[in-house]
């Protein structure tokens, strides 16, 4: 199965990697393929779902055929938790709705609950063939996961624990469910990103669908020609030209620089589980549709 062979894939990684465009082109790619799609925004920001030209809210809005964006918060997902279980409440609803709210913040776990229950409700709701969250930064994104697991445990009977418990096995079916990491080619975010896949598996019943390595540098130099041009470097003359001494500099900073890259993706891969898809998505600069750009690195790299 690919990535968008799924019912709920959620995007998260450090900010600054490009996670919202990812999840962007992820949802793109799945409308593009004739399936109904919903893209949410979950961390605070229009984030994805304010990239196709229109403001998303509380209900879904259509962007472009077969896509339609979301933007949720606790507070509003609250209210709407509220409806579900205790039906219409007409006046006296949003006073219930803030002693919930009160209650929600004193008590660990249940906010997130809330928004992670949100995304749950819409990949069963029937309305859509995948639901796309541009979600938190891993470290939210590891607590959020987590508390259904975590609340069900606190309440293991009733009504609380029946909604839990739903949840709980709709992360937890890797053929529904996927994560999806995005990070750089650079140490520092590789090694967040090893540290996030391991808690995420240890702590959360959600499993690890793919990792995108975003902004990545072309390759230079292909390996055939490393060693002729550690050749040519070898032979560098002595007494240059400051023109010519530059472009030497060019050629020893290129093949530094794919090395680097290369043993960083290797140790990626190393740590990641067996035939886990990594996904490379080039650096593009000043181009003017980023987002189409990235929509079609990925499906290159997923042979779509």
Known sequence: MTILDRRLLIVGGKGGTGKSSVAAALAELSAFRGGRTLLISADGSPGAAGMFGVTPEHEAVEAQRNLSVLQIESKASLREFVGLQLGPL????????????????AAPGVSELLLVGKYAHEARSGDWDLVVVDAASSGHLLGELAAPQNVGEIAPVGRLARETGWVV?????????????????????????IDFVDRLHTETPARLAAVVVNRTRPQLYARA???????????????LSKGASGLFDAVEIGLERADVASAIDARLRRELPDEMPVLHVPEFGDVADTRASVREAIADEMSL
């Open 90 to 105: 007409g006046a006296i609803g949003k006073p219930v709705a803030n002693a919930f709210s009160f209650v929600a913040e």
């Open 169 to 193: 096995a709709l992360l937890a079916d890797p053929e529904i469910t996927g994560v999806v990491n995005v990070t750089l080619a650079e140490e520092v975010p590789v090694s967040e990103t």
């Open 225 to 239: 020609r490393r060693a002729e041009l550690a050749e040519l470097l070898a032979d560098r003359p002595t007494r």
